[in-house]
């Protein structure tokens, strides 16, 4: 049997609880090996608990795949920072009924201004139903995710640090920190930008350091909001990294530069930003009053590879970036949405052949254009002359409607069109939630399942029924007669063609069932 191992020593800050189960789920204790390997209890094991490992966690369990996810820390993150959630997250949202849920917690804002913050409006017409921003609080959305896949009935265990596995032709065995030891079918590594599961793998992450540092947090200042206002425009024409932005109550997001603060490796003080508030602008605001601080770097890598073998990695433990433009948690979040069907289609049996090799090939591709996206806005932020009159002149290109949509929809990722082959325009898109006689479209889609609509009312998806439900409405706002619709949303087949439906229905789920 062949078999790979990967070990590390735990960490003394690895804050684990000494328990030898999982959920209801014993350890397995001691490791078990060749004949005598305990049999698998888990489908997937998922390492980490943020925004993608939960997120993955409920598309699996939509499948009713066994889940795990392990999380090293025993409580989740105190700190409010405010992220954002674009147009695609939102769409994906509504697609597992969660979007009214998230609405109620987030604010929403235009979607626009948010490339490079070169202030431009939004255009008109955006090929969305849910064209605007939402701005909420991150402790917030990994709890209603995390409360999402509960519900659904994975298993969350925290406190609990993967620190090494060994995968071999039928599983992974996971090893905890408390010495104690897992089996499951499948592992994935959401455990953020420095994975402890990447790095056992041995999966390089090349790219390029942090070459300057920011800070960022929320707080109250002191002064009044037209003062502040004048004060920043007139600072951004030396000093790009530079804001002050009101969230209402008083409370703003401030980004400044960190150049010449105390030690990266300490977390920032009140103090920093004062000091560095003071250094550029000749007043510190009065801020006060903190609801977090951070620094960030510009730091940019993307992992050579997203699976090996049993071992997959999906959000910031396959790609880092800068946060400008806001897309970290919404590129793991699509990811989690990319992979989950597929590896629950390869653990139910039914997966064709190089279905899940499809995550690496359509998400990674996504990835290399987010990372090089933000390198091109943080070189925009630069003060140096020739960024400046870069930044100049794409200010004035964007005032073409094409230009500034274009870059609108590369931040949103409503504008990824997946390689399935030729065809129109269409085939490779996600379809946005059009209006149907039932409702809307992404409401049919909360199970996870795909779905065939039929404007002819003459094509059937057949016996694969059990994987793929089936809308006739000629009334549909389509212009084509029909289409396949993969579980995340994405056209995978445009006709009215049976055999070639029933061609692409095996390309994507596989044999028909007996």
Not at 78 to 106: D, K, P, T, W
Not at 184 to 199: A, E, F
Not at 461 to 467: E, F, I, K, P, Q
């Amino acid at each position: 049997m062949h078999s790979q191992q990967f070990a590390a020593e735990p960490s003394s800050n690895d804050r684990v609880e000494r328990d030898s189960t999982v959920g209801d789920v014993p350890a397995l204790w001691p490791p078990a090996s060749g004949a005598d390997r305990a049999p698998l209890i888990f489908d997937v094991i998922i390492a980490g608990c943020g925004p993608t490992g939960a997120m993955l966690a409920a598309e699996l369990r939509l499948h009713d795949v066994r889940v795990l996810v392990l999380e090293k820390e025993t409580e989740p993150a105190s700190f409010v920072r405010i992220v954002s959630l674009h147009m695609r997250s939102l769409e994906l949202m509504a697609m597992r009924g969660l979007l009214e849920r998230v609405l109620r917690q987030g604010r929403r804002r235009p979607a626009g201004g948010f490339f490079a913050a070169i202030p431009k409006p939004v255009p008109k017409g955006l090929d969305s139903a849910y064209a605007y921003l939402l701005g909420i609080p991150q402790p917030v959305i990994e709890h209603l995710l995390a409360e999402h896949a509960a519900e659904l009935g994975a298993q969350v265990r925290r406190g609990c640090a993967v620190t090494g596995f060994e995968q071999d032709d039928e599983g992974v065995t996971v090893e905890l920190a408390d010495g104690g030891q897992l089996r499951s079918r499948y592992l994935v590594g959401c455990d953020g930008g420095r994975s402890t599961v990447r790095k056992l793998l041995g999966v390089g992450f090349p790219g390029e350091p942090s070459r300057t540092e920011t800070l960022m947090g929320e707080m109250e200042v002191g002064v009044p909001q037209e003062e502040i206002a004048a004060k920043v425009t007139e600072i951004r024409e030396t000093h790009q990294p530079f804001w002050l932005r009101p969230f209402g109550e008083g409370v703003y997001s401030v980004v400044v530069p960190a150049a010449g603060v105390s030690d990266r490796a300490e977390p920032p003080t009140l103090g920093d930003f004062q000091q560095q508030l003071r250094t550029i602008a000749g007043t510190d605001f009065g801020v006060h009053s903190p609801r977090w601080l951070s620094r960030f770097g510009d730091a940019t890598r993307l992992a050579e590879r997203y699976r090996v073998g049993r071992v997959l990695l999906a959000g910031d433990a396959a790609h880092i970036h800068p946060p400008i433009g806001g897309q970290g948690l919404n590129l793991g979040v699509q990811d989690a949405v990319n992979l989950g069907w597929k590896l629950a289609a390869q653990i139910r049996g039914w997966a064709p052949e190089p279905l899940l090799d499809t995550y690496q090939a359509e998400r990674r591709p996504v990835a290399e254009d987010v990372l090089d996206n933000t390198r091109a806005q943080v070189e925009l932020l630069s003060a140096e002359p020739g960024p400046r009159a870069v930044r100049r002149l794409l200010t004035e290109l964007m005032d073409f409607d094409e230009v500034n949509r274009r870059l609108i929809e590369k931040i949103t990722a409503i504008g990824i069109r997946y390689d399935f082959g030729a065809g129109p325009d269409l085939l490779g898109r996600r379809l946005r939630d059009i209006h149907l006689k039932q409702g809307h479209l992404y409401g049919l889609l909360h199970r996870g399942r795909g779905l065939l609509l039929d404007r002819t009312e003459r094509l059937t998806v057949g016996r694969w029924s059990d994987r793929v439900d089936y809308l006739a409405d000629p009334t549909a706002e389509l212009d084509v007669p029909g289409v396949l619709l993969r579980p995340d949303g994405h056209v995978a087949w445009i006709g009215d063609d049976q055999q070639d439906l029933d061609d692409h229905l095996s390309r994507w789920f596989g044999k028909p069932a007996d």
